[in-house]
C-alpha cells in the first residue's frame, strides 16, 4: 500500500488497498488499532445516551432495514448502513472522538463505525475489520491531505462529512472484497454523496446536524460500496478527474498525498484522541490555562482579564458568548475557556444546556478578549497552537503557549489514559455496561473469529432509562 511515485490514480490506490492484508502491520500498529476501537466504543456508548443517538435509534427502528447490526447503546439492531448511520452520528454526538489532524477530520467516527457495522453483517473476523479500519484511515485522511483541509474549512465545509464517504467507501470495500475497478467505481458513487457544511457553528440552535457528519459518510460508504458489488457503475477517476473531488472541492490541492510513501507511517498513528469534550482545535488553549492556573487551581475570582492568542481558523469562527445548545457551547472559545475555569476541563456536563446559563461560566465569558495570532497560522493544520494571559486582581499577570496538546501524536494519551477515558464515560452513561468484557474483546482484536462477539456486548441495560445529558466526569478520568 506504499507508492514511490509523485501522484496516482483513483484505480492505482484503490488496487494498493485491495491488495492490503494485516501481515503489513507490526504490533505497534495493532495496538494503535485497539487503543483507537476502545476510545471509539467508548464515544459511541455516550453519544448514544444523547438526544440525537436516541432520535436517529427512533428513525432506524422506524426507517431502517432489518439486519444484524448492533445500534450501540440501545442493543437493537438494523441494516448496516443504518446502524453505521446511527453509530457514526453517536461517535460524533459529544466531541470526544478522534482527529486527523493533516485533514482536520474525525476519522474514527466514520471509518470505525462503517466497519464495525458492516462487518457484524457479515461476520467478519476482527482480523478483516481491522484491514478495513487501516485503509479507510488512508482514504479519508489523504483524501483530505490532498484537497488542502485548511482551505476547505475555511471555505465553510466541514471536513468529517466531506472526506469521510471516500474513507467508509475504502473500509466497506475491503469488507466486501472488491477488486480495484469496483473500488474505484464505488468511489465514483461516493463522488455524488459528499458533502457537508458548516453552517451549525454559526447557528446556536439547530446544530444535531453536525453530529450527524460522523454517520451520514458512513452510511453513504456501505451504500457505494454495496451499489457497486452488484454492478452499478460508477466513473473511474473520482479523485482526480476533470470535474473529480481535488478540482471541485480541492483549495490548496497536493495530489502526491494521496499516495502513502515508502517510510510513511499509516496515518492512524497521525491521530489526536480527545481528553476534553469540546472542539479539537482550542485543547492546546485549556492545556495553556492548566499551566496558568496552577493545574486549575487558581480562584477564577483572581482573575481579571483573560487574553486568548490563536489562529485565524480558531479565532475568526468560534467566538459565539451566548450559545444555546451543547454542539454551540462545545465550538465556542469563550464558553470553553469560561468552563474549564469554572469547573476544570474534564466535567462533560458543564457544555450541557443546564450550564448555559450558568453565573459562574458567564461571568469568566465577559472576562475573555481574543487576538488573531498570525505566527501561528502557518503551523495549522498540523498543530493548533494558542497563548494564553491571565491578567490578575493584584496587577500580576501569567502566560502560557501550547503548541501540541494532550492527546496529540507528540503527546499522546497512553493506553492507560483511554481506558480511564472509558471508564469515565462508561460510569458517567451506564454503569452497567461490560466495559470489561468489551476490553477483553478488544485485546483479542486480531484473533477473533467473529466480530460481533465484541459489538454485542456494546449495550447499556439501563439505555431506556437514561438522561439526555452525561453527569459530572468522576475522578477517574482525571
Not at 220 to 237: E, R, T
Request: hydrophobic letters at 45%; a negative charge.
Amino acid at each position: 500500500m506504499t507508492n514511490s511515485s509523485t501522484s496516482i490514480s483513483s484505480l492505482d490506490l484503490a488496487g494498493g488497498f485491495v491488495d492490503f492484508t494485516i501481515d503489513q502491520l507490526d504490533a505497534a500498529d495493532v495496538a494503535q488499532l485497539k487503543k483507537l476501537m476502545l476510545d471509539h466504543i467508548a464515544c459511541v456508548l455516550c453519544g448514544a445516551a444523547q438526544p440525537v443517538g436516541k432520535h436517529l435509534v427512533a428513525w432506524a427502528a422506524e426507517n431502517g432495514a432489518p439486519g444484524q447490526a448492533m445500534l450501540f447503546g440501545s442493543g437493537r439492531s438494523a441494516g448496516a448502513a443504518a446502524a453505521a448511520l446511527v453509530n457514526g452520528t453517536s461517535a460524533h454526538g459529544y466531541e470526544l472522538d478522534d482527529t486527523h489532524d493533516g485533514s482536520m477530520s474525525h476519522p474514527g467516527a466514520v471509518v470505525i463505525s462503517t466497519a464495525l457495522a458492516l462487518g457484524a453483517e457479515r461476520g467478519a473476523s476482527g482480523a478483516d475489520i481491522m484491514a478495513a479500519i487501516t485503509v479507510g484511515y488512508e482514504a479519508m485522511a489523504r483524501t483530505g491531505m490532498a484537497a488542502g483541509s485548511l482551505g476547505i474549512v475555511t471555505a465553510g465545509f466541514h471536513p468529517t462529512a466531506l472526506f469521510g464517504v471516500f474513507g467508509a467507501t475504502a473500509a466497506a470495500g475491503k469488507l466486501l472484497s472488491l477488486n480495484a475497478e469496483g473500488l474505484a467505481q464505488a468511489w465514483g458513487l461516493a463522488l455524488s454523496m459528499a458533502g457537508g457544511v458548516s453552517q451549525f457553528a454559526f447557528e446556536p440552535k439547530g446544530t444535531m446536524v453536525k453530529r450527524m457528519h460522523g454517520g451520514l459518510p458512513a452510511h453513504n460508504g456501505i451504500m457505494a460500496a454495496q451499489l457497486a458489488s452488484v454492478g452499478v457503475a460508477g466513473p473511474m477517476q473520482a479523485l482526480e478527474g476533470e470535474f473529480g473531488f481535488l478540482a471541485m472541492y480541492g483549495r490548496d490541492v497536493d495530489a502526491t498525498r494521496l499516495a502513502r510513501q515508502d517510510g510513511d507511517a499509516f496515518e492512524f498513528h497521525n491521530i489526536s484522541l480527545k481528553p476534553y469534550s469540546c472542539c479539537r482545535k482550542f485543547h492546546s488553549l485549556i492545556d495553556a490555562l492548566e499551566q496558568t492556573t496552577d493545574g486549575f487551581a487558581l480562584p477564577s475570582e483572581s482573575i481579571d482579564k483573560i487574553i486568548v492568542r490563536g489562529p485565524e481558523t480558531a479565532i475568526g469562527q468560534h467566538l459565539m458568548r451566548r450559545p444555546s445548545s451543547v454542539m454551540a457551547a462545545q465550538y465556542s472559545m469563550p464558553y470553553i475557556v469560561g468552563a474549564s475555569l469554572a469547573y476544570g476541563p474534564r466535567r462533560y456536563d458543564a457544555y450541557g444546556e443546564a450550564h448555559h446559563e450558568d453565573p459562574k461560566i458567564l461571568s469568566l465569558i465577559d472576562r475573555i478578549e481574543s487576538e488573531h495570532d498570525a505566527t501561528f497560522d502557518p503551523l495549522v493544520p498540523n498543530k493548533m497552537p494558542h497563548g494564553v494571559t491571565l491578567r490578575l486582581n493584584d496587577g500580576s499577570s501569567r502566560e502560557a503557549e501550547v503548541m501540541d496538546s494532550l492527546g496529540t501524536p507528540v503527546r499522546p494519551m497512553s493506553y492507560d489514559e483511554v481506558r480511564a477515558k472509558a471508564e469515565a464515560l462508561v460510569a458517567m452513561t451506564d454503569p452497567d455496561i461490560d466495559l470489561s468484557g468489551i476490553i477483553a474483546r478488544i485485546d483479542e482484536l486480531d484473533s477473533l473469529n467473529d466480530i460481533r462477539a465484541l459489538t454485542s456486548l456494546a449495550v447499556s441495560p439501563n439505555y431506556d432509562k437514561q438522561a439526555a445529558a452525561p453527569q459530572a466526569a468522576p475522578e477517574a478520568a482525571e
